[in-house]
C-alpha cells in the first residue's frame, strides 16, 4: 500500500478515514489532526499556560510531544502512585518520563504520593474497608484531586489528559450499560473551569490507540509497555475487548459512537447528568478548602487523613 | 434447591431476583409478573378489546396463555410472511399458532401475504435494489404496517407484542451504540395511539428470555423451535450474544441496563427522539390514507405497488 500523498511505502493504513500515510506523513497527519481537535472545541490557546498529566506511556509522552512541535507551552507533571510490587510499574513509568522531559529541556514535576502523604496507592487501597479488591478507585480520586490541585495551585490555564478514543469510547460504554447520568452529561473534551476545578481538555479524544502507539513508535518515543498491574481484568479492558469486536465488524464504529455521543449531547441528551459541580458541591472541605457533596472533609482528605 | 414459597424441589433459579421456584410457583409467579408489568405502565385493562401479534414462537404462545389466564381478551393474529425455503419456518409457525388457539377456544386471524399482496416476503426481498441482502428491513416494514393497520380495522384498543427483556436490551445496545435518537426516544413498554396508529404495549418487556421459555417448557405449550432462517448472522443475535457475556458476569445485568434506560428517559434524555409521529408524518398516503413522512404512496404501499 502507498502513501495517499507522496506515493512512498505507507507506513499505516487508517481505513475509517480511507487514508493511508508513510512514516513521514503520518506523523504531520497527527499533529494537523490534534490541532483540529483542539481548535475544534476551543481547549486552549497558545498564550496558555498548560499542564499535562503525564504516565510515561504512549499516549501522554506522544501528545507532550505534538504540543511541543505544535509551539504550545505544556508542563508535565508525573504522579508517582508507588505502584512497584514486582513489576517496578510507576518506577520505570516515571523514568521514562524524566528521559522525555529531559532529552527535549521540557518541565516535568514529579509528586511522589507516598512521599508526600505517607502512603503509595496499593497501601491506600489495602488500608479501606475494601481493601481485599484493586485500589483503582482509590488512585482515580487521588489523580483527579492531586492533578486540579496542581493545576489551580500552579496558576495554570488548563489540565490535559491524554485520553484517547479507545479510551473515551470505553468510558462511554461503561456509563452508558450502567446509566451513569452523572458522567453521561459531562464525558466532553472540553470542561470549561468551575470554582474550584480547573479547565480540562482531552486533545487525543478523536484518535485511536494504535494511532497513538504508531506515532510513538515512529517518532522513537521510549514509553512503558506494560499496563498498570491492576489493570488485568479491569471492567475498563473487557469493555475494550467488546469495543475491539465491534470495530472489527465494522469499521470506524469507535469513531461513530463517541462522536454519536457528542452529537446527541449537544442535542440536550442527559440534562439530568449536566449540572455543574457549583451545583452539586456546595461545601468546601474543612481542611483543603475544596468544593465537596457534604459538610466536613472532601473524599480525598478523608482518605488520607485516616492514616 | 428448594422452591422459595413451598420448599419443593426448585425448577428455576431467578438470581437476579433471589429466588427459586417449583414447577408450579413459576408460572404463577410469570402470571402476577405480567400483570404487574400491564398495571406498571397502565398498559390496558380487561374491558378493552387486545390483538395479540402471534409468531408461534414461545414468546407469542406464552404471553397469549398468560392473558387468557389473567383473564384478558385479546384476539391473535399470525402474518403468514411466506419464508418457507427449505425449512418450512412459516408453515410450521402457522401450524403452531393454529394449534394453540383451537385448543384454548382462542380467536386467530391468518393473513397470508402473499394471498393478499402477491409477493412473500423472501421474494419482496429478492424485487428490490437489495435483494442480494436479506429481506429483513422489508419484514419489519410489513409487519409494522399489517399488525397496526388490523388493529384499526378490527376496532382494537391496543396491539401487544411478546418483546422479552433479551429483545428490548439488545435493540437499546444497538440503539444507542448508533445514536438511533428517534427509536431511543420510543423505547418505551407503551406508546399511546396517535392519528392513525394504535397503541402499542408490550407486557413481556421485563421478563428474561429463559423465563418465557421456562414457562412455555412447563405449561406443555408447544410452540417452533426454530428462528427465522434470515437471523441466522444478524446484528440482533450478535448483539445478544454480547449482553449474554454481560449478564454472565454481572447478574441481572439486562434488567438493569434496560430499566436503567426507561429511568434515563423519564428523566429527560433523548428530548430529541420524542416527537410523536404526527410531528413527523404530516402526509397522508395517497393509496391507503396513513400517515407518511412525505407526499405520495407511505413506504408500505410504494413497496407492495412496485410488484
Known amino acids: 500500500m502507498k502513501c495517499t500523498i507522496c506515493n512512498q511505502k505507507a507506513a499505516l493504513h487508517l481505513e475509517h478515514h480511507n487514508l493511508a ?3 513521514d506523513h503520518f506523523p504531520e497527519w497527527m499533529c494537523k489532526q490534534t490541532e483540529r481537535t483542539i481548535q475544534k472545541y476551543s481547549m486552549f490557546r497558545r498564550d496558555e499556560k498548560l499542564l499535562l498529566a503525564v504516565s510515561g506511556g504512549k499516549d501522554s509522552l506522544s501528545l507532550w510531544d505534538i504540543l511541543w512541535k ?3 507551552h505544556a508542563d508535565g507533571i508525573y504522579l508517582d502512585l508507588g505502584i512497584d510490587q514486582g513489576t517496578r510499574y510507576s518506577c520505570t513509568s516515571g523514568e521514562m518520563a524524566q528521559a522525555f522531559a529531559a532529552q527535549r529541556g521540557l518541565n516535568l514535576t514529579v509528586l511522589d504520593i507516598r512521599a508526600k502523604y505517607g502512603e503509595s496507592i496499593p497501601e491506600m487501597g489495602a488500608r479501606t474497608k475494601r481493601g481485599h479488591q484493586k485500589p483503582c478507585s482509590q488512585c482515580g480520586l487521588v489523580k483527579r484531586y492531586l492533578l486540579n490541585k496542581a493545576a489551580l495551585d500552579g496558576g495554570y490555564d488548563a489540565i ?3 485520553h484517547n478514543l ?3 469510547a470505553a468510558f462511554l460504554f461503561s456509563n452508558l450499560t450502567h446509566w451513569s447520568m452523572q458522567y453521561l452529561g459531562r464525558q466532553h473534551p472540553l470542561l470549561p473551569a468551575t470554582t474550584g476545578f480547573a479547565r480540562k481538555a482531552k486533545p487525543f479524544c478523536l484518535l485511536y490507540e494504535r494511532e497513538t502507539t504508531a506515532y510513538a513508535y515512529l517518532n522513537n518515543i521510549a514509553y512503558v509497555y506494560s499496563e498498570c498491574p491492576y489493570a488485568t481484568g479491569s471492567k475498563q479492558l473487557r469493555n475494550k475487548t467488546y469495543l475491539n469486536r465491534l470495530e472489527d465488524e465494522q469499521i470506524g464504529f469507535k469513531y461513530q459512537f463517541y462522536t454519536g455521543y457528542l452529537r446527541a449531547l449537544e442535542a440536550g441528551a442527559f440534562p439530568a ?11 468546601r472541605c474543612t481542611n483543603c478548602g475544596q468544593p465537596t457533596l457534604s459538610d466536613g472533609l472532601c473524599t480525598f482528605c478523608r482518605l488520607v487523613k485516616k492514616n
Do not use: K, M, R
Request: hydrophobic share 25%; with cysteine.
Open 70 to 72: 505544535l509551539g504550545y
Open 21 to 23: 500515510l508513510c512514516s
Open 160 to 162: 490535559l489528559t491524554a
Open 273 to 283: 447528568g449536566q449540572e455543574t459541580p457549583e451545583v452539586l458541591e456546595q461545601y
Open 166 to 168: 479507545d479510551d473515551e
